[in-house]
């Protein structure tokens, strides 16, 4: 019986994406599960789409921090909140991060899920910039690229085939019914089922006919 084809869409921006992003990476090796992560623009989104961020209601905001850190310690996954944390989103704009990562998707796919993994550590565990091309740089060393490799891909960052590919996938997330991220897409019998946000993944397991062990199972001996 084949894999099925499960699709992760996500933004380093967004910290559900990261709780979701390592759950899904970790039951890739234990469900019957072809995981492709798939790198979009959640500012895409949010205009296309007319959705607001959560932290624009102050009240939510509050909650949100305080979920944040809680579902941080539960998924273990080091995130680390700061009062100004959704500022920091605000004024963030991860467009030239996620072309980054587009471009590395396209040519250096080995290096997708720890590149995309240390951008999120810079920038929710460390709380340094991910924007300007220095950063980029620094992040993409901390993943394993070779200075020849980051440089190509800084080139390829703003070739017009990379910026396509992103809006492309963005697009797609959203013909599938995405809103935010991050955005489960699992393909069963031919039909596609959208999972939203990070707390999903259970139904997600349902669907799928495997069995949910929580954020961070425990991998069976046949499967190491």
């Known amino acids: 019986m084949g894999r099925t084809v499960v699709e992760l869409f996500y933004d380093v921006v967004s910290p559900y994406s990261w709780l979701g992003f390592e759950v899904l990476c970790r039951y890739q090796h234990i469900w019957n599960i072809d ?5 979009a623009f959640l500012g895409g989104i949010m205009k296309a789409t007319g959705n607001q961020p959560p932290a624009m209601l102050p009240k939510r905001g509050e909650y949100l921090l ?8 539960y998924y273990q996954v080091p995130l680390r ?12 704009s991860t467009l030239g991060a996620m072309r980054f ?12 899920e720890p590149l995309s993994r240390e951008f999120w550590t810079r920038f929710w565990s460390q709380h340094k910039d991910i924007k300007e ?14 200075s020849e490799v980051i440089q190509k891909l800084l080139e390829n960052s703003s070739s017009p085939t990379v910026k396509n590919r ?4 963005t697009d797609e997330a959203m013909k599938y019914g995405a809103f935010g991220l991050p955005a489960a897409v699992a393909h069963v019998n031919g039909e596609p089922h959208l999972f939203f ?8 397991g349902s669907i799928l006919g495997e069995k949910w062990m929580g954020p961070v199972p425990s991998v069976p001996n046949s499967k190491l």
Do not use: N
Request: aromatic letters at 4%; glycine letters at 6%; one cysteine or more.
């Open 166 to 169: 992103l809006k492309e996938t």
């Open 101 to 112: 990562i587009t471009a590395t998707g396209m040519t250096q796919p080995q290096y997708l």
């Open 81 to 92: 909140i700061s009062e100004d944390a959704f500022e920091r989103i605000l004024r963030t």
């Open 197 to 204: 946000g990070c707390d999903r993944l259970e139904l997600l």
């Open 133 to 146: 091309p220095e950063s980029i740089v620094t992040v993409a060393r901390q993943a394993g690229l070779s």
């Open 66 to 73: 305080k979920d944040v850190k809680r579902m941080g310690k």
């Open 35 to 39: 995981l492709r992560l798939r790198p």
